[in-house]
Nanobody, 115 residues
Framework: QVQLVESGGGLVQAGGSLRLSCAVS????????MGWYRQAPGKQRELVAS???????FHADSVKGRFTISRDNAKNTVYLQMNGLKPEDTAVYYC?????????WGQGTQVTVSS
């Protein structure tokens, strides 16, 4: 059974930092692609960053240079380090595992950035 458990969200001021964690069970991070998505109020869910089983990363233009996706294979955990947070980063952030044609999602963690 695949489970994704997210943590690390919270309330921060603009310019602050947070690190989101996604603890994964049931799959190997060395094999499958992982991603962080976010959904702001009234907007569609969007891809923020992703990392393949081989370690290749992608970051959306809106967060490039500020956010960094990484993983710890020993802990089977994916991270999203968020620096220089802006109010427009406010959203629910979701961890995603893409396994073949199936997507698994975490419960989401709220990130709120005050101006």
């Amino acid at each position: 059974q695949v489970q994704l458990v997210e943590s690390g969200g919270g309330l921060v001021q603009a310019g602050g930092s947070l690190r989101l964690s996604c603890a994964v069970s049931g799959i190997s991070l060395r094999i499958f692609s992982m991603g962080w998505y976010r959904q702001a109020p009234g907007k569609q869910r969007e891809l923020v960053a992703s990392i393949t089983g081989g370690g290749a990363t992608f970051h959306a233009d809106s967060v490039k240079g500020r956010f960094t996706i990484s993983r710890d294979n020993a802990k089977n955990t994916v991270y999203l380090q968020m620096n220089g947070l802006k109010p427009e980063d406010t959203a629910v952030y979701y961890c995603n595992a893409h396994i073949s044609v199936i997507d698994y999602w975490g419960q989401g963690t709220q990130v709120t950035v005050s101006s």
